[in-house]
């Protein structure tokens, strides 16, 4: 495995809008980020993954772009965002930007043109389909059975033209058209002057989606005509070739639905396309059958054997991404852990698996100060576009409210967009004007401010955590193996690289549990192994082979 700094990094992902508000306009901004450089490099992280910050009608909050090479006016000026790179360079740390070609905003000057008349120069930028005849009626329908991942049809009938285009997000994001190399130039030259501004680096938004099957097919189970399309490596490869080839970058590709034998094919070392990728699995441990709104109970035996495949299917042939949530998906202490009498250990523990696992880790933004999920009474005070989307469909559809509203509390992106909690002054220190997202009430308790005062917090925990990653490259190269492997309870593992060993041992519940060592696999001599780091005080004289784990108790044992 070749050494990388990439390997090697801690990613902090930040929402510009939910991170800092400089001038009081209740969103977040370039310069409220930039005053809290230090709070960051104080943490130890070494690359910040910064969300969309170009112009956009914020649809989609701002995953919806209307000019690749232009700073949002809300979030502030090009010379704001140079003085971030600059603040971030000059503190040691890099910086990565999203990139989101799968589509662009349909205000962006591109789309603007494509849809003025079927002859236009941009008109096959995007995907225009005539409709079919309605076998049910005597009008016309949409082109294919394609749906948008924010409810109702992938297809948007579009009168100046008659004809329909394709979203298969909001119907201000339409898709682009990756088969007009035109489009592919246009995305590679914008690639190339966000690179030569000295970025480090992309992470790439559902990027395994930019190559849909020929001829548009109706999706049918397990075929949905978009996902790792035919083309999609083809075209990686040429944006390797054409771009990030020439630049020591950091690239990390968002691939939903993936596999780990997709995942080597989109991050094979010597494949030419990506780093490495997120895959969702996990994200989808707690759904059930129907999907993203499910709220179904999860099992550690489920959760250990989707997390070990990855990690021995990847082994020595492509680099794992380590999360347990995002900007889309809830807050990991309260979906994985317990938000409430075991706060602190439970965080504590979470962090001790992602930071000891093999992969980069990536920590979401609050996650370090343990910001939980929240629960706004009124829908009227959620913003997410997915989540009302999903609200008027299932009302709609006649489903009980408070089974929408627990599915919201469960699943809603909204969770994780919540204000950063600075302090327990109003609105958490994060803005003097009206977010414009409420502040999770529980900021008065849960805030930076008072983290930082208390050296057995959440935050200290993961900063010692990222202080052992640089000072043990078994973290970083080791090879991971599961023991243990029965325990309903405990998620224990060894992480080898050459004579040094690693042995974590992770109670993921609320009751006391029996850890199971199998001396067969693990050679645990307890005059010579030391505790690099716990979420509890841990009595010296611990005999081993009798260990009973606390409620939410984590150990990482140097072993050799
Ligand atoms: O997310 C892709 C995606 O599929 C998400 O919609 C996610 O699966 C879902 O929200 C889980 O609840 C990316 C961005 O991360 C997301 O913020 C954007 O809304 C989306 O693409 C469109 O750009
Ligand atoms: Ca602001």
Not at 47 to 71: K, M
Not at 205 to 226: A, C, H, Q, R
Not at 338 to 367: C, F, R, W
Request: proline residues 4%; aromatic residues 12%.
């Amino acid at each position: 495995m070749v050494k990388k700094w990439w390997k090697e990094s801690v990613v902090y992902q930040i929402y510009p809008r939910s991170f800092m508000d400089s001038n009081g306009d209740g969103v977040g901004d370039l310069k409220g980020i930039i005053s809290k450089l230090d709070y960051l490099k104080n943490l130890g992280v070494d690359v910040i993954w910064l969300c969309p910050v170009y112009e956009s009608p914020n649809d989609d909050n701002g995953y919806d772009i209307s000019n690749y090479q232009s700073i949002m006016s809300e979030f502030g000026t090009m010379k704001d965002w140079e003085d971030l790179l600059a603040g971030l360079h000059d503190r040691g740390m890099k910086l990565i930007m999203d990139l989101v070609v799968n589509h662009s905003s349909d205000e962006h000057a591109w789309f603007v043109e494509s849809r003025k008349s079927k002859d236009n120069p941009y008109r096959d930028y995007y995907i225009w389909r005539s409709g079919k005849d309605d076998p049910e009626g005597d009008g016309v329908t949409e082109p294919n059975n394609w749906g948008s991942f924010f409810s109702g049809s992938a297809w948007q009938y579009d009168e100046a033209t008659a004809e329909y285009f394709l979203h298969i997000f909001s119907k201000k994001q339409p898709d682009l058209n990756w088969e007009n190399e035109k489009v592919r130039k246009e995305v590679y030259d914008m690639m190339t002057w966000w690179l030569d501004k000295g970025i480090d680096g992309f992470r790439m938004d559902v990027i395994n989606l930019i190559s849909k099957v020929p001829g548009l097919p109706d999706s049918k189970e397990g075929e949905s005509g978009f996902i790792n399309g035919p083309r999609v490596h083809e075209f990686m490869q040429e944006m390797n070739r054409e771009v990030l080839s020439k630049y020591d970058v950091m690239t990390v590709g968002e691939t939903c639905d993936v596999t780990p034998d997709d995942a080597i094919l989109f991050a094979g070392e010597d494949r030419g396309e990506l780093n490495m990728v997120f895959q969702f699995e996990l994200m989808g441990i707690d759904s059930g059958p129907t999907g993203k709104w499910g709220v179904a109970p999860w099992k550690l035996s489920e959760f250990k054997k989707i997390v070990s495949k990855w990690q021995v299917e990847l082994q020595g042939k492509a680099w794992n991404s380590i999360y347990l949530n995002n900007h889309d998906q809830p807050r990991l202490l309260s979906r994985f852990g317990n938000d409430g009498e075991h706060h602190s250990v439970s965080g504590k523990m979470l962090a001790t698996l992602l930071h000891t696992l093999q992969g980069t880790p990536y920590i979401y933004q609050g996650e370090e100060i343990g910001m939980t999920n929240v629960r706004f009474e009124s829908i009227d005070e959620y913003k997410d576009i997915e989540t009302l989307n999903m609200y008027r469909e299932y009302r709609d559809n006649g489903h009980d409210h408070s089974a929408i509203m627990n599915s919201i509390y469960a699943k809603g992106r909204d969770n994780a967009r919540t204000p950063m909690q600075w302090n327990d002054e109003a609105n958490a220190g994060f803005t003097t004007g009206t977010p414009w997202l409420a502040v999770n009430p529980n900021y008065k308790e849960i805030n930076v401010e008072s983290a930082l005062a208390d050296e057995g917090s959440i935050f200290y925990y993961y900063k010692k955590l990222i202080e052992l990653r640089k000072r043990h490259d078994v973290i970083v190269y080791g090879e991971y193996v599961l023991v243990d492997a029965e325990n309903e309870q405990i998620y224990a593992y060894t992480r080898t690289l050459g004579k040094e060993q690693l042995l974590v041992i992770l109670n993921f519940y609320e009751h006391p549990a029996r850890f199971v060592l199998d001396r067969e696999k693990v050679s645990f001599d307890s005059n010579t192994a030391e505790l690099l780091i716990s979420n509890y005080d841990v009595p010296a004289d611990q005999d081993i082979d009798q260990l009973i784990l606390r409620p939410y108790e984590a150990r990482v044992y140097k072993l050799t």
